[in-house]
């Protein structure tokens, strides 16, 4: 299975997570639902890390691999809280768009921090999705 079925995969899960959130922060602080569904991850992830015995590598990560793995959880854990509570605000329809404003984001980012490369192609697309997403708010 390539990076591309396990990309739609996600997509599609994500969708989910979108959906099911909107109904599920219905009457519930957005903190405390996101927290609950963070417990949820941390259990569903570990078990599978545990079942398929990788959990055994926790000892050879190194430094800094700890040090980018905390702040991309920091970074996890802001963006859930306040995607959680823009969709206790707002109507999903809306929100999902904006949330994956970060799709441009990281484009950017992985041009000007990691080097990856930058077509005028590539450019063109992630100002599609970012007119495509602001017409998706206002429509």
Not at 77 to 94: E, I, N, T
């Amino acid at each position: 299975m390539t990076w591309v079925f396990w990309a739609l995969l996600s997509a599609t899960f994500a969708a989910g997570t979108a959906l099911l959130a909107k109904v599920g922060v219905e009457g519930i602080d957005s903190n405390l639902a996101t927290a609950i569904r963070t417990s949820v991850v941390v259990v569903v992830t570990w078990a599978i890390a545990i079942a398929l015995e990788k959990h055994h590598a926790i000892a050879q990560i190194g430094r800094r691999g700890w040090i980018f793995l905390t702040l991309s959880g920091i970074c996890t854990g802001l963006s859930w809280l306040c995607y959680f509570r823009a969709l206790k605000l707002g109507p999903v329809s809306s929100v999902a768009p904006i949330d994956k404003l970060s799709i441009v984001l990281v484009v950017l980012g992985a041009w000007a921090f990691l080097g990856e490369g930058m077509s005028l192609m590539k450019l063109g697309a992630i100002s599609l999705i970012a007119v495509g997403a602001i017409m998706l708010v206002f429509a």
